[in-house]
């Protein structure tokens, strides 16, 4: 299945999610196969874009911080999709959250211990990096890209090729 982001380097290794539903962390120096990872246990497929993909693609970038790697899995709201922190030695789930109601696809950002995750035609996603629990929906239109720095978390571009931009300060919840 296609690979529809890019990949991830750490440590000699590249992870990369794919929209049959697994993560494969492959050796850098050649591409062999080290492990794969898939959140589900029974993968269906479905046609997707001309090709037959898994209900829960992989169509988030992959990051590592700390030695986990993060990775969100799914693509359709009513399916749901799984949030996942894997060991980057072994693949090893640390652990597994499911969320409804969410379309998740693009790139997302690692910021103040949480995980802002682009949620499509919708609205950003933030979870918590520790457990995977869904903190905070934002407002405004979505998009596929996030950026975060100190004064603002900034996101889109959606249909209309316009940017979102949330001020933050030393209040905010997001900090």
């Known amino acids: 299945a296609p690979n529809r982001v890019t990949p991830t380097i750490y440590k000699g290794k590249v992870y990369v999610g794919s929209d049959d539903g697994n993560l494969y962390c492959l050796k850098a120096t050649n591409g062999e196969l080290i492990w794969k990872y898939s959140p589900v246990e029974k993968h269906r497929r479905i046609p ?9 693609p992989i169509r988030t970038g992959v990051l590592v911080q700390d030695d ?7 693509l359709f709201p009513k399916e749901g999709v799984y949030i996942s922190a894997i060991s980057p030695s072994t693949g ?11 379309s998740p696809q693009g790139y997302p950002v690692i910021a103040n211990e949480k995980l802002y995750v682009p949620n499509s035609r919708s609205q950003p996603l933030v979870f918590d990096l520790r457990n995977g629990k869904l903190l905070q929906k934002f407002d405004g239109a979505g998009g596929t890209y996030i950026s975060f720095n100190d004064d603002a978390l900034i996101y889109g571009t959606h249909d209309l ?15």
């Open 48 to 56: 997707g874009n001309g090709r037959m993909i898994s209900v829960f």
């Open 161 to 175: 090729g316009e940017l979102s931009v949330r001020e933050t300060d030393s209040t905010d919840p997001l900090k």
């Open 68 to 74: 986990v790697v993060y990775l969100v899995a799914g």
């Open 92 to 102: 090893k789930e640390i652990w597994k959250t499911r969320e409804k109601d969410v």
